[in-house]
């Protein structure tokens, strides 16, 4: 018995949207107000979804007390009130759209979760934007 | 890396259920009071998510402005207050139930966007009723 | 002790916004798109909030069961799926605006609920837009 | 033309996580405050994914009134106000964790929706804590 | 220049409405399928608003770090995952009814706030079913 | 008869919590991570509230695309996607807590609407975290 266990954690952090290969007016023309130089920021929320066998004796696929640590320890706790452009090394050479952002979070959580555990994060910037990436 | 990306829009709309080849008492059997012939009405939540290659250039699957600007130009502006029986060609023929709501919209959707994005649409009827369509 | 004691009810409507003195072009430019004769409609919320003493007995304000049945009886099954200006006698010489609509539910719900007890309601017409009324 | 329906129904339950396997220090370790013997409790909501044909008279995939029915007599109905250790069969020899539930959930279901509809739910504990399965 | 400023926390119990006064046919009769005597259970979600004097050093009328750990030692850590019949001395001889419990709340939380803040307090035991308490 | 009407309207920036008169160790233990130099951010939403008389007329206390219109360009429109500390006027000379931001958003409201109408604002700097402000 396979099963999808999810968990919400969030976290509030200043970005802006830049390639540094283009010059100013391009940035501007292809990002718009998200170029902001002063940066802008969001409350990001982040759902983690872990697909399992249900262990017969916890009747768990994982404690959601573990699985809530590590998203704090690999995700939140690193990007919580930062600006992930100048405080998160995750982001000094990639440019901190939600997709990309969804890309790091997932590389991080893949390496700190089980193999045998299928994992897909959803990322939410607001509540009308967000994106969904399985790794693939 | 292929990530989904999802926007929220709304439209306030009027709709009725009925099948116009059944006389008024099936009609009224198998739709209740939703078959009011003086229409009642929702606000419709839509989500579309689109799945492709993450750009390398701008760490974006589609533009999210370019996105919510298609949406609004395909549905949500020839839908928001209306009443979907009367008012939008697309149901003259069709019951606007969620689930045909859902296939038109989508079938619009799929010509607006790119053949290389895949495409899923949402639709939440009250908060408590929704569908799912990806075209299949 | 004083309590409020809040109750969440819901009910899906058509309507059009009309002042049947003025003509054609005043309302399309006083009520824009709410205006449309063919009607449009919502997913309207509907919170009461009923202020009084706990009872020593229950440690209730009022059985909140008792509350739940008296909104159904006196609002949300008139108005459920129905046109509230064709189908509803309370807005057959009344705009059913946001405001014109919590004013007529406040009156209902007031002769409803026992006279001890202070009354205020808050209609949701969407997420964005609502309005509260307590009598005054 | 397959859509997905959903239903979002709910109901609030006390339950207590133990292994009777185990001895009292296991338990507590594993299982930590929601292994108070005296049990805490939740607001479930229960979302049910339909997957099914169109039909081209009815524009349903099944009538959304019948789903609701079905899902209340099913489930809600049984374990809504009740302990799910003590007052709900289905977990007299089950331990009540979120992932247990909804395999006990899924089974009820499967049996009582006609074998030409796929089936998923979506079971939340809270908010943030959530699990779903399809059968798998 | 007076703001309020509101916290929200939230916390799992699980509780029983019953009047040991009564025997057990009237307790049935008055507290329905709240009476069950195995319990049943909810998501409480307590928001907290407090009322003063904006510090013009600090920007703040109270720092929400010091907020929310008052109504945790205060509240959610005494309740959470607490039957509150059974385990939380507060309900020993107190009917746990929203109202009882925010009156329990809302005294527990003046008492540890500085006497010039003004206090209310808005509980959650459904997202349909709340109960407002100002000390009044 | 007065009604109060409601718009909701968001905006995403960027802040930092600092007082120039102390030194960083002060305002560091002063505003913990929300003194970060290099700021973070969230997705404020803002709740107007106005309080009126309704116009026999139109039936409206105001015209909700007015309300919504003032709201976009005394305040969101100057905000959104902005780094208030840096990039918004209002906020050079003052630290941009939730109460203060409140406190100017009041102020250009109060300004923008007409003296009859009663004005309240409610500022959530996150789903947890808010803030209510009516110029007392």
């Given amino acids: 018995m396979k099963v999808t266990v999810c968990r919400k954690e969030h976290f509030n952090a200043a970005h802006r949207l830049h390639n540094p290969e283009w ?3 391009t940035n501007q023309k292809v990002f718009g107000k998200c170029n902001n130089p002063n940066y802008h ?8 979804h872990l ?3 249900v262990d017969a004796r916890t009747g768990y696929v994982i404690d959601m007390k573990v699985m809530k640590d590590i998203i704090r320890e690999e995700v ?3 990007y919580d009130h930062k600006n992930l452009n100048l405080d998160v090394a995750d982001f000094k050479n990639l440019n901190p759209t ?3 952002i969804a890309g790091v979070i997932w590389n991080r959580l893949r390496a700190a979760f089980e193999d045998h555990l299928d994992l897909k994060i ?3 910037e607001t509540e009308r934007n967000y ?3 399985s790794g693939n």
Wanted: overall charge negative; charged content about 25%; aromatic content about 12%.
């Fill in 51 to 53: 697909t399992g066998s």
């Fill in 41 to 48: 920021g969001h409350n990001y929320d982040l759902v983690v």
């Fill in 122 to 124: 959803t990322l939410y």
């Fill in 23 to 25: 010059d100013d007016a």
């Fill in 98 to 100: 939600a997709e990309n």
């Fill in 76 to 78: 939140t706790d690193r």
């Fill in 131 to 133: 994106v969904e990436y």
